[in-house]
Protein backbone atom coordinates (compact mmCIF):
# COMPACT_ATOMS: atom_id res chain seq x y z
CA UNK A 1 0.00 0.00 0.00
CA UNK A 2 1.16 3.19 -0.68
CA UNK A 3 0.98 6.28 2.05
CA UNK A 4 1.62 10.30 1.42
CA UNK A 5 2.54 11.81 4.91
CA UNK A 6 2.07 15.57 4.18
CA UNK A 7 2.77 18.17 7.21
CA UNK A 8 3.36 21.85 8.22
CA UNK A 9 5.43 22.96 10.96
CA UNK A 10 6.97 26.03 12.59
CA UNK A 11 9.03 24.65 15.94
CA UNK A 12 9.86 20.95 14.00
CA UNK A 13 7.79 18.90 16.06
CA UNK A 14 5.27 17.87 13.32
CA UNK A 15 8.59 17.08 11.00
CA UNK A 16 9.77 14.61 13.34
CA UNK A 17 6.95 13.30 14.28
CA UNK A 18 5.91 12.67 10.48
CA UNK A 19 9.06 10.78 10.20
CA UNK A 20 8.80 8.43 13.33
CA UNK A 21 5.21 7.61 11.77
CA UNK A 22 7.16 7.04 8.27
CA UNK A 23 9.16 4.73 9.77
CA UNK A 24 6.42 2.79 11.26
CA UNK A 25 4.37 2.43 8.56
CA UNK A 26 7.76 1.23 6.30
CA UNK A 27 8.03 -1.47 9.03
CA UNK A 28 4.50 -2.50 8.32
CA UNK A 29 5.73 -2.65 4.93
CA UNK A 30 3.71 0.61 3.58
CA UNK A 31 5.66 2.50 0.70
CA UNK A 32 5.77 6.10 1.97
CA UNK A 33 6.06 9.31 0.67
CA UNK A 34 6.79 12.16 3.43
CA UNK A 35 6.25 16.15 2.42
CA UNK A 36 6.79 19.24 3.51
CA UNK A 37 3.37 20.94 2.38
CA UNK A 38 5.60 24.34 2.84
CA UNK A 39 8.56 23.66 0.69
CA UNK A 40 6.66 21.05 -1.73
CA UNK A 41 3.30 20.95 -3.60
CA UNK A 42 1.46 17.69 -4.13
CA UNK A 43 -0.32 17.73 -7.11
CA UNK A 44 -2.25 14.50 -7.05
CA UNK A 45 -2.99 12.02 -4.53
CA UNK A 46 -4.30 9.74 -7.10
CA UNK A 47 -2.02 7.01 -6.35
CA UNK A 48 -1.96 6.89 -2.54
CA UNK A 49 -4.08 4.32 -0.61
CA UNK A 50 -3.59 6.26 2.75
CA UNK A 51 -3.23 10.27 3.21
CA UNK A 52 -2.00 11.55 6.73
CA UNK A 53 -2.38 15.34 7.39
CA UNK A 54 -0.13 17.00 9.82
CA UNK A 55 0.25 20.46 11.50
CA UNK A 56 1.48 22.34 14.01
CA UNK A 57 -1.24 24.23 16.05
CA UNK A 58 -0.48 28.18 17.15
CA UNK A 59 -3.25 30.03 18.73
CA UNK A 60 -5.54 27.89 17.26
CA UNK A 61 -4.39 27.48 13.81
CA UNK A 62 -2.66 25.63 11.35
CA UNK A 63 -0.03 26.49 9.66
CA UNK A 64 -1.88 26.96 6.54
CA UNK A 65 0.19 24.76 3.68
CA UNK A 66 -1.38 21.80 5.86
CA UNK A 67 -4.92 23.19 5.90
CA UNK A 68 -4.79 24.05 2.46
CA UNK A 69 -3.85 20.72 1.57
CA UNK A 70 -6.76 19.68 3.35
CA UNK A 71 -9.49 22.14 1.24
CA UNK A 72 -7.98 21.09 -1.69
CA UNK A 73 -8.03 17.61 -1.84
CA UNK A 74 -11.18 17.44 0.53
CA UNK A 75 -13.27 15.18 -2.29
CA UNK A 76 -10.45 13.18 -3.11
CA UNK A 77 -9.87 12.29 0.36
CA UNK A 78 -13.27 11.09 0.53
CA UNK A 79 -11.88 7.75 -1.49
CA UNK A 80 -8.78 7.38 0.50
CA UNK A 81 -7.99 5.91 4.03
CA UNK A 82 -7.30 9.73 5.84
CA UNK A 83 -5.79 10.47 9.39
CA UNK A 84 -5.19 13.59 10.93
CA UNK A 85 -2.36 14.67 13.45
CA UNK A 86 -1.79 18.11 15.30
CA UNK A 87 1.33 18.73 17.58
CA UNK A 88 0.29 20.67 20.38
CA UNK A 89 0.69 21.73 23.68
CA UNK A 90 -2.37 19.22 24.97
CA UNK A 91 0.28 16.94 27.09
CA UNK A 92 0.58 19.74 29.52
CA UNK A 93 -2.88 20.58 30.57
CA UNK A 94 -3.31 16.32 30.02
CA UNK A 95 -0.58 16.21 33.08
CA UNK A 96 -2.59 19.11 34.85
CA UNK A 97 -5.83 16.96 34.72
CA UNK A 98 -7.36 20.20 32.50
CA UNK A 99 -9.90 17.81 30.83
CA UNK A 100 -11.70 20.57 29.55
CA UNK A 101 -8.88 22.32 28.04
CA UNK A 102 -7.76 19.17 26.36
CA UNK A 103 -11.59 18.20 24.85
CA UNK A 104 -11.67 21.82 23.55
CA UNK A 105 -7.73 21.94 22.25
CA UNK A 106 -8.84 18.62 20.25
CA UNK A 107 -11.53 19.82 19.08
CA UNK A 108 -9.76 22.98 17.66
CA UNK A 109 -7.25 20.95 16.42
CA UNK A 110 -8.87 18.07 14.66
CA UNK A 111 -12.75 17.87 15.18
CA UNK A 112 -13.13 21.31 13.51
CA UNK A 113 -11.50 20.51 10.90
CA UNK A 114 -12.76 17.01 10.20
CA UNK A 115 -16.52 18.90 9.92
CA UNK A 116 -15.42 22.02 8.33
CA UNK A 117 -14.41 20.20 5.43
CA UNK A 118 -16.25 16.90 5.29
CA UNK A 119 -13.81 14.60 6.51
CA UNK A 120 -13.81 11.25 7.17
CA UNK A 121 -11.00 10.09 8.92
CA UNK A 122 -10.03 6.47 10.47
CA UNK A 123 -7.82 8.29 13.16
CA UNK A 124 -7.09 11.80 14.68
CA UNK A 125 -3.84 11.70 16.43
CA UNK A 126 -3.14 14.53 19.33
CA UNK A 127 -0.19 14.52 20.23
CA UNK A 128 2.58 17.19 21.94
CA UNK A 129 4.71 19.50 20.17
CA UNK A 130 8.10 21.41 21.04
CA UNK A 131 7.88 24.65 23.34
CA UNK A 132 10.95 26.34 22.57
CA UNK A 133 11.46 29.48 24.47
CA UNK A 134 14.56 30.61 22.36
CA UNK A 135 12.65 30.73 19.13
CA UNK A 136 9.98 32.87 20.10
CA UNK A 137 9.80 36.92 19.90
CA UNK A 138 10.62 38.74 23.00
CA UNK A 139 6.66 39.14 24.10
CA UNK A 140 5.89 35.91 23.12
CA UNK A 141 8.46 34.57 25.11
CA UNK A 142 6.98 36.38 28.16
CA UNK A 143 3.63 35.33 27.79
CA UNK A 144 4.19 31.88 27.14
CA UNK A 145 7.32 31.69 30.09
CA UNK A 146 4.33 33.20 32.55
CA UNK A 147 1.44 30.65 31.19
CA UNK A 148 3.84 27.65 30.53
CA UNK A 149 7.12 27.81 32.68
CA UNK A 150 5.57 26.88 36.25
CA UNK A 151 3.57 23.76 34.42
CA UNK A 152 6.45 22.35 32.66
CA UNK A 153 8.83 22.70 36.07
CA UNK A 154 5.19 21.09 37.70
CA UNK A 155 4.75 18.21 36.27
CA UNK A 156 8.38 17.33 35.61
CA UNK A 157 8.87 17.58 31.57
CA UNK A 158 12.51 18.12 31.30
CA UNK A 159 14.49 20.60 29.01
CA UNK A 160 15.49 18.84 25.77
CA UNK A 161 17.74 21.98 25.21
CA UNK A 162 18.18 24.99 27.72
CA UNK A 163 14.55 26.36 27.29
CA UNK A 164 13.23 24.25 25.29
CA UNK A 165 10.70 21.25 26.09
CA UNK A 166 9.93 18.02 23.68
CA UNK A 167 6.47 17.33 24.96
CA UNK A 168 6.19 14.47 22.40
CA UNK A 169 5.63 10.76 23.59
CA UNK A 170 7.31 8.79 21.12
CA UNK A 171 5.52 5.22 22.34
CA UNK A 172 2.25 7.28 21.69
CA UNK A 173 3.35 8.02 18.69
CA UNK A 174 4.69 4.53 17.25
CA UNK A 175 1.42 2.96 18.90
CA UNK A 176 -1.19 5.38 16.81
CA UNK A 177 0.92 4.79 13.62
CA UNK A 178 0.95 0.63 14.22
CA UNK A 179 -2.95 0.98 15.02
CA UNK A 180 -2.93 3.18 11.56
CA UNK A 181 -1.17 0.66 9.47
CA UNK A 182 -4.23 -1.59 10.62
CA UNK A 183 -7.08 0.77 10.53
CA UNK A 184 -5.50 1.80 6.54
CA UNK A 185 -5.38 -2.44 5.52
CA UNK A 186 -8.45 -3.19 7.06
C1 LIG B 1 2.96 31.54 19.67
C2 LIG B 1 2.52 30.12 19.94
C3 LIG B 1 1.19 29.82 19.98
C4 LIG B 1 0.77 28.52 20.26
N1 LIG B 1 -0.57 28.25 20.29
C5 LIG B 1 -0.98 26.99 20.57
C6 LIG B 1 -2.35 26.68 20.61
O1 LIG B 1 -3.22 27.52 20.38
N2 LIG B 1 -2.72 25.42 20.90
C7 LIG B 1 -1.79 24.45 21.14
O2 LIG B 1 -2.18 23.32 21.44
N3 LIG B 1 -0.47 24.69 21.09
C8 LIG B 1 -0.03 25.94 20.81
N4 LIG B 1 1.29 26.22 20.75
C9 LIG B 1 2.27 25.14 20.92
C10 LIG B 1 2.59 24.51 19.58
O3 LIG B 1 1.53 23.71 19.19
C11 LIG B 1 3.87 23.68 19.64
O4 LIG B 1 4.92 24.58 19.70
C12 LIG B 1 4.05 22.72 18.47
O5 LIG B 1 5.32 22.12 18.59
C13 LIG B 1 3.91 23.40 17.11
O6 LIG B 1 4.13 22.46 16.08
P1 LIG B 1 5.47 22.53 15.20
O7 LIG B 1 6.65 22.32 16.16
O8 LIG B 1 5.35 21.43 14.24
O9 LIG B 1 5.53 23.88 14.58
C14 LIG B 1 1.73 27.49 20.48
C15 LIG B 1 3.10 27.81 20.43
C16 LIG B 1 3.50 29.10 20.16
C17 LIG B 1 4.96 29.42 20.13
Not at 7 to 30: H, M, P, W
Not at 80 to 91: E, M, R, T, W
Request: include cysteine; charged fraction near 35%; hydrophobic fraction near 40%.
Amino acid sequence: MKALICYGTRYGATKGTSEEIAKILLEENFDVKVVNAQEEKIKDVAEYDLVVVGSGVACGRWINESEDFLKKFRKDLENKKLALFVSSVGPIYAKEGNIEEVAKMRKIGLDDRVMKYGLKPVSLGFFGGIIDFNRMGFLTRKGMEVAFKPLLQKHGFKESAPDAYDLRDWDEIRNWAKELAKKARG
